[in-house]
């Protein structure tokens, strides 16, 4: 099944403590990004990578990091979480194409204490 | 700049009454694509919609349909006899080129929430 993976699916951490969440997607897609979903302000992008090895900053990236070493995996760091980055976090995907449709992950709900 | 605009926050109807979901976006290219995604209360988001700018017709899927007007830059989306399975928040999204950078920027609206009250 196609499918984008994110863990952990649900996390309450503690500021200052150093978290990864992980996005694995199956469909040898190019395009990997991720969103952060609040209130009132719909999905901003963070992050997202055109291919391995290419990342870039999208619209609110302070405060995290990515890496794209391999294709299928996009992995959303947060060095040092504060209660600001409290949110429900989504990975996609999506063929090269920016023509074409995102795939989501079922998202990750971040709460830092 | 790039914008997506829902100006309704929050909609209720009771079921089987029609409903529209207004998005206004701004964008300076000429070529362009928009999206209709689904959230509904279990969380995932599903894609409902693609259509390009050069495309106007209007399209129809089942209870579904999309009307697209590049004169007021708007592509609304109405959902005709409303069912309770349709309660959602639901996004509206441009996508466009930019070749500054060679890569595409996808913009979100802030969503509205469709409560369908049996």
């Known amino acids: 099944e196609a499918q984008v993976t994110q863990n952990p699916r649900y996390l309450i951490t503690v500021t200052g403590k150093k978290l990864t969440v992980t996005c694995s997607q199956n469909?040898?897609?190019?395009?990997m990004s991720w969103y952060r979903q609040d209130p009132g302000l719909g999905l901003r992008q963070i992050y997202y990578?055109?291919?391995?090895?290419?990342?870039d900053k999208g619209d609110v990236p302070e405060g995290y990091k990515v890496s794209r070493k391999e294709k299928r995996n996009f992995p959303l760091i947060l060095e040092s979480p504060s209660p600001n980055q409290t949110s429900l976090y989504f990975c996609?995907?999506?063929?090269?194409?920016?023509?074409?449709?995102?795939?989501f992950g079922e998202g990750s709900r971040l709460t830092v204490l | 700049a790039q914008k997506v605009t829902q100006a309704q926050t929050e909609i209720s109807v009771v079921e089987k009454e029609d409903v529209t979901l207004d998005c206004v976006y701004e964008?300076?290219?000429?070529?362009?694509?928009l999206f209709w995604y689904k959230q509904p209360p279990s969380g995932e988001l599903v894609f409902l919609i693609r259509?390009?700018?050069?495309?106007?017709q209007n399209e129809i899927s089942g209870r579904y349909s999309w009307n697209f007007q590049k004169s007021t830059s708007s592509f609304n989306f109405t959902i005709t006899a409303s069912q309770v399975v349709d309660s959602a928040v639901y996004f509206c999204?441009?996508?466009?080129?930019?070749?500054?950078?060679?890569?595409?920027?996808?913009?979100f609206g802030p969503g509205t929430s469709l409560s369908v009250i049996p």
């Open positions: 990578s055109m291919n391995v090895e290419v990342t």
């Open positions: 259509r390009n700018s050069f495309d106007e």
């Open positions: 964008t300076r290219d000429t070529t362009y694509y």
């Open positions: 999204a441009l996508s466009e080129f930019l070749l500054k950078t060679s890569y595409d920027k996808v913009i």
């Open positions: 469909m040898n897609h190019e395009y």
């Open positions: 996609a995907s999506r063929a090269g194409q920016w023509t074409g449709e995102l795939f």
